[in-house]
């Protein structure tokens, strides 16, 4: 698969060697700063380089595109690829607001083509092995979750604090992961409704760092989940989740199902350190490959990113006005 990558920050270097080790061919990459394009082309031993998206469609010439540039660039780079018959990864969050996200699906199943979502933690090995203890009724009818997208005594600065480069602040970075975390454990529920509270207290910047959602479920679950950047605490890691069910207990980091007579921590060890190791991101790049090749319906698609800007939406307009929100 001939595969091309906008933006050449942070994530796109773990893409990239995701793509190196699933044995792409590493064809193309685009971002309109010559000198980190050149240099991320030298170490990856990418051949061609452009100044935007367009440039590279009209070259032609590959297959896929990973998109890993600021939210606000998301939705128009990925629509124009996906138009010009190429399949496309885009990174999280997928867009700016749900409006953005719905295009975007609709462009994929008007082409034809793959358009996966990077909500990588559902490739965590972890997360995978919880999936099916719960998928099996291990815990029985979940009741309700808590999750967590926090960092702690830090945050991100540049775009990811300004408004019209990323739509959102820790909601769109952070609460993303927690909120799509627990959608891949309860087994993508549909959102019903959603309420939010919202803020900014840490930082001279025009987005939130600081928030809590709850969000009920079409299936009678009940979802909380804390987000945020520089808070001086947090009782889970990132993307760390608990599910009460019926018939007993799950955590996702660390990872256990606890029951009436049972504890069982299908073998992981607690982690030292908490971050997102590049196996995931290895895997999630295989999967993607794979489903661009035989047209597999990828999951996480266009629909569970969408799914999960809904609730983004919903919890902006649900902290804005102080009232629970129904999400259509
Ligand atoms: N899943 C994860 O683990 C994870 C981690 C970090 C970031 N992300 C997401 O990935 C995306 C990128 O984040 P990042 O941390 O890599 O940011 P970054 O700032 O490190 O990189 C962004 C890149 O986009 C480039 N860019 C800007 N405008 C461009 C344009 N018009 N055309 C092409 N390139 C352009 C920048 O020059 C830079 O190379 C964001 O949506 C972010 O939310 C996901």
């Not at 933006?7 to 980190?36: F, R």
């Not at 959608?183 to 910047?205: C, E, H, M, N, W």
């Not at 990828?298 to 939406?313: H, L, R, S, Y």
Request: aromatic share 10%.
């Amino acid at each position: 698969m001939k595969l091309a990558f906008a933006g050449t920050g942070y994530i796109n270097k773990i893409h990239a060697l995701a793509a190196k080790s699933a044995g792409a061919e590493l064809t193309a990459v685009v971002n309109h700063q010559p000198e980190s394009m050149a240099k991320f082309a030298a170490e990856f031993g990418i051949p061609r380089q452009y100044g935007s998206v367009e440039a590279l469609l009209k070259a032609g010439g590959v297959e896929a595109l990973v998109v890993s540039t600021p939210n606000y660039l998301h939705a128009e780079q990925t629509i124009s690829a996906l138009e010009a018959g190429l399949h496309v990864l885009v990174e999280k969050p997928m867009a700016m607001n749900a409006t953005e996200a719905a295009a975007m699906q609709t462009t994929a199943e008007k082409a034809g083509k793959t358009l996966m979502v990077a909500h990588m933690w559902r490739f965590d090995p972890e997360a995978i092995w919880l999936r099916a203890q719960i998928a099996a009724g291990r815990i029985g009818k979940i009741i309700r979750t808590k999750g967590c997208g926090v960092h702690v005594k830090w945050g991100p600065g540049g775009w990811f604090t300004q408004k019209k480069f990323a739509g959102g602040g820790a909601m769109a970075d952070m609460g993303v992961h927690a909120l799509d975390t627990v959608r891949f454990l309860l087994g993508d529920p549909q959102p019903v409704s959603v309420y939010a509270k919202i803020g900014t207290y840490y930082g001279a910047y025009d987005v939130d760092d600081t928030g809590l959602v709850i969000v009920n479920w079409e299936n009678g679950a009940t979802s909380y989940f804390e987000f945020g950047w520089w808070q001086p605490h947090a009782d889970q890691p990132n993307a760390g989740t608990q599910l009460y069910g019926q018939a007993g207990f799950a955590s996702l980091f660390p990872t256990r199902i606890e029951t009436k007579d049972s504890v069982d921590d299908g073998g992981f060890s607690p982690r030292t350190e908490h971050r997102a190791l590049q196996g995931m991101y290895d895997a999630q790049m295989k999967y993607f490959l794979a489903c661009a090749r035989t047209g597999a319906h990828p999951i996480p698609g266009g629909q569970e990113g969408w799914a999960n800007i809904k609730v983004v939406d919903a919890a902006y307009e649900s902290s804005r006005t102080g009232k629970v929100v129904e999400v259509q």
